[in-house]
């Protein structure tokens, strides 16, 4: 008998609405992920790295930064692309009980016209995800093993450590997994353990941490993301690694 991840998640009402979680305070997330057939724009995503598509990307996202340093250029524009995979993905699989299909070679991706990742596709709604309790890795499984390793190849091919490309990653999954959790505790076990549940080296491990800052309890980066470097961009307080831009306006 089939079990329930066998069994592909039930269409629901509107047909521009990928998942039920995807409602209410979270509708934003339609706008981020959705059918790759209601993104007549998207293109494959082996396609956009392989055939020029993402450093076009990037070289209009420069043009609009004033052609600032292309490291933090391209740390930015990752930045965009795993809040938009990441935030979805994670509330669709806590809220829902949806595994959204994430591999990196079955999903598209739009960009707007300055560059930046718009909107991801996917080839269909999902699976039933089994229900009870679960731990961070299980919960982010499928984006560790059949996105996230390709994407940041892509991201270091063009200038950026491999490093630097996951903590960007950490710092939404981070936010995503505590959205859908009570935040209170101790640092989540996919940024502590060493290891993989397969018994592979953990990429996320130490990328991201709790301290206390001012009597207040906080997220911390590892690696700064170099926002620092591009005009107009906002800092991200607190998170931030260096101890210089924590307080920037």
Known sequence: MASAQDHVV?????ASVLSPAFA?????CNEKMALSTDLPDAVPLPLFFGDGGFKQAIDRYAEACGNSDR???VSMWSLYYFSALSIPYVLARRLAAQELPVAFDGMAIAVQ???LPRAFGVPHR???AEGGEEDGFEAIGPLLEQHLPEAVTKLNASGISAKLCWNNAAVYLDY???MTRPPEGPDLAVFVRGCLPDGGVNPLCGSVRYVEDDGERV???KICCLRYMLPGVQ????LCALPSQRNVQ
């Not at 039930?10 to 509107?14: A, G, K």
């Not at 209410?24 to 934003?28: P, Q, T």
């Open 176 to 178: 995503a997994l505590r």
């Open 24 to 28: 209410g305070e979270h509708a934003w």
């Open 235 to 238: 800092s991200c307080g607190k």
């Open 10 to 14: 039930d269409p629901v009402d509107s």
């Open 113 to 115: 016209e300055n560059g």
């Open 219 to 221: 997220a911390r980066r």
């Open 71 to 73: 490291r933090a250029v």
């Open 126 to 128: 999902g699976r039933n």
